[in-house]
C-alpha cells in the first residue's frame, strides 16, 4: 500500500484495528432528518468519542469547524431523494479534486445491488475507486438497501460485501444481521456496522454492535441509533467501549447509565 493511502487509512482505523464513525449525512436524501436539523449542533458533544465524521461536502463546509474535527469520510454519491422515483438512481455528486480540496481521508459511496440501477451504481464504485487510487484515496463502500429494510439478511450482505471488496472498496460500510460471520468471512477488505432506523432501546444496539464485533466487524458506523437517542452521548461512549475497549453489553449498559447520570464528563483522552 502506498504512504498516502496506508496514512489515510491509520487516521481512519486506530491502532487497536477498530474504528468509531459518526455519520451525519442523511440529508443528503433524507432533508433535514430529526435530530439532523442542526447537523453540526447535533455532532459537537459526540465528536470527543468519534473517530472520523462521515459527511457531505455542504454540511461540512458550513457546519463543521476546519479547526476542531476529526478525520473526514466524504460522502460523495447521491442524486435522489427519499420522495423521488427511486433511492437506488444515484451518481457521483463530488469530485476527487474537491475531496482532496476538502482534505478527505476516504470517499464513501452508496451501492444498490439487485435494483434496476445495480450496474450503474457498480461502474460508479469502479470509477471512484480509480480516482481514488490515483491520489491514495480509500473508498468506502456502503451496501444501501434503499426502503427495503427487510433486505438484510446475511446472504444478500455477503454477496453485496463481497462485490464492493471485488470492485476495490478499501472498506464497506452493510448492516449488522443474523450470522453476521458470514458476511465478514467473505469480505476480505474491514467490514464496519451501519445502524439503519432507530432501535426500540439502545440495549438493543449494544447487543447487535457487541455481536458484530465479536463476529469480526471492526468498528461502527452509527448515526440515528446515537443522535436519535434520547441521550447521545451516553449512547457513543457505550458503543465506544464494547469497539475500542472489547466491553461486554453489561459494561457497555453501565457505562451508558452512568454516563446519563453524569458521572464522567467528557473526557480528553475518550474512554
Ligand atoms: C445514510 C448512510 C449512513 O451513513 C448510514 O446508514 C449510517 O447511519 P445510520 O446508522 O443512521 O443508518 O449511509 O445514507
Redesign the pocket.
Known sequence: MDWGMANRMSQLIQPDGHCVFM?I??G??LGPTSKLEQPGKTVEPLLPYADAL?VTRGVLRSAIDPANTKPIVLRVSGGTSTVGADLANEGITTSIEEAIRLNASAL?I?LFIGTEFEKQSLLNLGKLVDEGEKYGIPIMA?T?VGKELEKRDARYLALCCRIAAELGARVV?TYWCEDFDRVVNGCPVPVIM???PQADTEREVMDFVHDGMQNGAIGI?????VWQSEHPVPMIRALRHIVHENASVKEAQEIFDSAKAGNGRVASVPA
Do not use: E
Open positions: 455519520p449525512d442523511h443528503y436524501f462521515f464513501g452508496s456502503v444501501a460500510k451501519a445502524g439503519g458506523n452509527l448515526g440515528r441509533n
